[in-house]
Structure formats: structure tokens, C-alpha cells
């Protein structure tokens, strides 16, 4: 394994980091009352959010009735009501019988390709990127990482944006384009020419090069043959992969399926799964292998469950849902519940009871999990399907504030973004307010009141606004081809 000091070689990721830590060392004094008091020509900007229940994010129990402390943009306190000061001046937003918690840190959505009904290549534009990040920021997804499939240069252009300040959403980072044997990335054929194909040693490490002077956050390879449907990246190809990426200081992520190849990845020095091995219960040795070399693991378990249904689960009428999907993708999403047959649900069910087994050794050894819900496939809705993932770790065993804990902290962490997915002084003031306490019932994380990005509130009621009139024009256009 590679040392986490490492990273400071990247690029654009300790640029942030760096430029959050200057941020905050104002703040951060004032906090600690070193600051001279403030005068009315230096009134306060800060903001007092007070008498909520607050998760930090980082495993510590909640605090009954908090007040969490914004200026700039950074926390710059937080902790019981009673003990925190507020800063003269400041404006006070009340939140009592409210939750507070970060926002969540999803390392696994391929942003892009999804509009509407279409899911393709041509979707992706910038546009529609930004519009998707404006998706998770709604559902108070802080951080997006896209992986691997994200061609061209929209993303960096996006990301230059966001760092400026000049555009919200969601933060985007990403893994560029990952690497797979040619014509063996993603699964779905609108993502798969998103990949680069490799065929040599030599390609492969000029690929990663390539990579890390772009500022990825990851290098993302396949090592799948899709049912021997395609050509297995093999040890020989991502060994010298890994080995260059980590001489770049950037960490590898591995798609994998088999148990086999599990094995052999962490043997050659992987740094985190996207996906549980789907073949087989994971055994004893890999799970200790896992732990031992520290690779960070991706349930990923939403698409998996999506499967065992014959019948649409109920969590499709979760209100929010039609507040930002057009009813022609919850139709079509309906549908494909509603038309699998029997054998291959009860199929599915055998192979999903068999990763929540496996979810479970992992977090009983001890493993690094991490949040990654493959958001951005097609109809595996970009927000709400982080939001699913927390449900179904609980359902696998894990506690909601272990849940809370792997899809914000810890997450962060992972990225090296440690700025992120946490409430804690120095941190960004990425939140998400609660209507209901998501450590009595983790689907409460859907109970959405307001989010915050960077200390300002996301305006999610006109981003309602903007999809609803765009699925009311798509569905009168529809109406009219109809006509014709
Ligand atoms: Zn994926």
C-alpha cells in the first residue's frame, strides 16, 4: 500500500484541501477566542443554526440539542447548545426537532449519460452534468465521484467552476476514464466507449500517466468478462496499472465480480472495491486479506436488490422520488419490477442474501466500507439512490450511525477530501436539515427539509420548479407525436 502523504502529488485534490485549510484558519481562531471582539464595522458573518439534533459525522453520538456555527462557508463550531457561543451579530436560524447531518459523500455515480427517457452518449454535455449535480445536491449528496467515465474535458471544466465558486451542485470529482480491455468497461453499451482499452503494459502505465496530469481523484479499471461475454482485464495489464497509478499517488478501483479476482487484486495492491464480489459469499481469508491491506470496499447493493422484486417495492412511491424523476421514467422503472419473471427474482434473491452475508463479515472484521451506489445507470436515480444504499447497509446489519459514518467521514476520507462529510470545526458547512431522526429510522436520511452546500442553502424549490415544468413540456410534446 501505498502511504496517504502520497496524495499531496495530486493536483487538483490537495488544491482544494489546501485552499479549505487557509480558509478556515480565521474562523478557526475566532472559535478558540482569539479573535478581538467584533465591532459594528466588523459585524459578524456567521451563521448560528441552533437546537437541532447534530450527527457529525464522525461516529460520535448525536447531540441532543446542538448548535452548529458557520462563517465563510467553514464550521467554525459546534457542539451542545449550552457550550458553544454564539457570535454577537450572528444570524440565528432555528432548527429545534430538526437533525442535522453532513452531507453524504457518494464515490460511485457516473454522471451524464441519462435524460429523460434517453440513456446515451450524446446526453453527455455539460448541460446535463451540471443538471445531474444539481440532482444529488438536492438529495444532499455533497460529493460526487464519477467512475471512469468521463471522457473529454466537461468535467475539469466543471470542476475549474466550482473551485471559483461560479457554480453549485454538487462537488464533482472523477476517475476520467477508466480502463478496461477494449470494449470491456461499463456494462451498459452507452457508457462503454467511455473507457480506455488497453493492450500492453506500456499503454496501460502511458494511460494512467495521462490521467494523473488531468487531476483524476481515481483510477478506475474493470476486471469483469460480463459472463465471458468480454475480455478480462488480467493481472499481467493491471498490475503495471496499479503499480503506476500509486507512483502517481493516486489510489485504483477496482469493478470486479468474480471472488477469484477479488483475491488477486488485493494481493497486487488495490486500493478499493466498487462492488461486492457477486459470485460467491465472500470467504474468511479474502475478508481478512481486505482488512489487512486496508482496501476500501463499495456495498454497491442497490442495483443487486433492485432485482429480487416481481412487484415495484414500495420505496418507488417515496414522495420525494416524483418530486425530481419524470413519471415516464417511474413508469418505465415500474415496469421493470413489474415484468421480471419469478425465477430470475428468486435467482437475484439467493445472490443478494449472499452480499448482505458478505457486507456483514466486512463490517464485523472491520473493514473500510465506503459509499458507492453505481447512481447514473440507467433509472438508478442520481440522489436517491445514496439514500438507498444507507437503508440497505442497515438491513445488512449495520447500525444507522455506522451506516452514517461509511457514506459521509469515511467516504471522505478515502477521496482525500477530508474537508467533507463531517461537522466538525474546519470542515465545509455541507449539511443536509432533517424533518425526523435518521438513527430511529435510517429512511428518515429522505426526509429532507433543506440542504446546505459550502454554508448556503440549496434552492431546492426551484429546482423542483425546473423539473417539473421540463417533465410537464416533455409530456406535452409526447402527447403531441401521439396525436400525429
Ligand atoms: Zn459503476
Known amino acids: 500500500m501505498h502511504l496517504r502523504d502520497d496524495r499531496a502529488a495530486r493536483g487538483p485534490t490537495s488544491g482544494v484541501v489546501l485552499a ?7 474562523p478557526l481562531a475566532g472559535s ?21 439534533r447534530l450527527i457529525d459525522g464522525t461516529g460520535m453520538p ?71 449535480l444539481n440532482r444529488y445536491a438536492y438529495y444532499g449528496v455533497g460529493v460526487i465521484v464519477s467512475l471512469g467515465t468521463d471522457a473529454g474535458d466537461i468535467w475539469s471544466d466543471i470542476r475549474r467552476d466550482q473551485e471559483a465558486g461560479t457554480l453549485g451542485g454538487a462537488r464533482l470529482f472523477t476517475a476520467g476514464r ?19 482499452g488497453v493492450t500492453s503494459e506500456e499503454e496501460g502505465r502511458q494511460y494512467v500517466r495521462e490521467l494523473a496530469a488531468q487531476g483524476v481523484s481515481f483510477v478506475k479499471i474493470w476486471v469483469d468478462d460480463r459472463g465471458g461475454s468480454v475480455e478480462k482485464l488480467e493481472p499481467a495489464l493491471y498490475r503495471p496499472i496499479i503499480d503506476e497509478a500509486h507512483r502517481h499517488g493516486l489510489d485504483v478501483i477496482a469493478h470486479i465480480f468474480y471472488h477469484d479476482d477479488a483475491e488477486e487484486l488485493v494481493a497486487a495492491g488495490v486500493d478499493g472495491f466498487a462492488h461486492l464480489v457477486r459470485d460467491r459469499e465472500m470467504d474468511d481469508a479474502l475478508v481478512a486479506a481486505v482488512v489487512e491491506q486496508d482496501v476500501f470496499v463499495m456495498p454497491n447493493i442497490g442495483i443487486s436488490e433492485r432485482g429480487r422484486h416481481t412487484e415495484p417495492p414500495p420505496w418507488l412511491a417515496t414522495p420525494i422520488l416524483a418530486e425530481t424523476v419524470a413519471p415516464a421514467v417511474l413508469a418505465r422503472a415500474t415496469d421493470t419490477f413489474a ?10 434473491a439467493r445472490s443478494y442474501e449472499q452480499m448482505e452475508r458478505s457486507l456483514a463479515k466486512l ?11 453505481d447512481s447514473g445507470v440507467q433509472d438508478h436515480f442520481y440522489g436517491f439512490s445514496a439514500h438507498r444504499e444507507l437503508e440497505l447497509m442497515v438491513a445488512a ?19 482525500g477530501v477530508d474537508d467533507s462529510g463531517r461537522l466538525s470545526p474546519g470542515a465545509r458547512a455541507d449539511f443536509i436539515v432533517l424533518d425526523a431522526n435518521p438513527l430511529d429510522d435510517i429512511a428518515n436520511s429522505r426526509r429532507i427539509a433543506d440542504v446546505y452546500l459550502g454554508g448556503t442553502a440549496v434552492d431546492r424549490a426551484a429546482l423542483r420548479a425546473g ?3 421540463q417533465n410537464a413540456a416533455e409530456r406535452s410534446a409526447a402527447a403531441q407525436d401521439e396525436v400525429r
Not at 479549505?20 to 480565521?26: D, K, L, S
Not at 457542539?79 to 440565528?92: F, H, K, L, N, Q
Open 339 to 348: 415484468s421480471r419473471a419469478a425465477d430470475a427474482a428468486e435467482r437475484a
Open 467 to 469: 423539473w417539473t415544468a
Open 178 to 196: 477508466g480502463l478496461a480491455r477494449p470494449n470491456a468497461g461499463p456494462g451498459a453499451a452507452a457508457l462503454r466507449p467511455s473507457a480506455s
Open 397 to 415: 446489519g449495520l447500525s444507522p450511525m455506522d451506516a452514517i459514518v461509511t457514506a459521509t467521514s469515511r467516504s471522505a476520507d478515502r477521496l
Open 62 to 132: 448525536a447531540i441532543e440539542s446542538a448548535r452548529l456555527v458557520v462563517d465563510d462557508g467553514v464550521v467554525t463550531a459546534a457542539g451542545p447548545r449550552d457550550e458553544v457561543e454564539s457570535p454577537p451579530g450572528a444570524t440565528v436560524v432555528d432548527l429545534t426537532g430538526k437533525t442535522v447531518m453532513p452531507a453524504l459523500v457518494n464515490l460511485h455515480g457516473h454522471v451524464g449519460f441519462q435524460r429523460g427517457l434517453t440513456y446515451d452518449a450524446a446526453n453527455y454535455t455539460r448541460e446535463n452534468v451540471v443538471d445531474h
Open 363 to 373: 463490517h464485523a472484521a472491520g473493514a473500510s466500507l465506503v459509499l458507492g451506489s
Open 32 to 52: 478558540t477566542g482569539g479573535s478581538p471582539a467584533p465591532t459594528s464595522e466588523s459585524a459578524t458573518s456567521a451563521t448560528v443554526y441552533d437546537g437541532a
Open 20 to 26: 479549505a485549510a487557509v480558509a478556515c484558519a480565521v
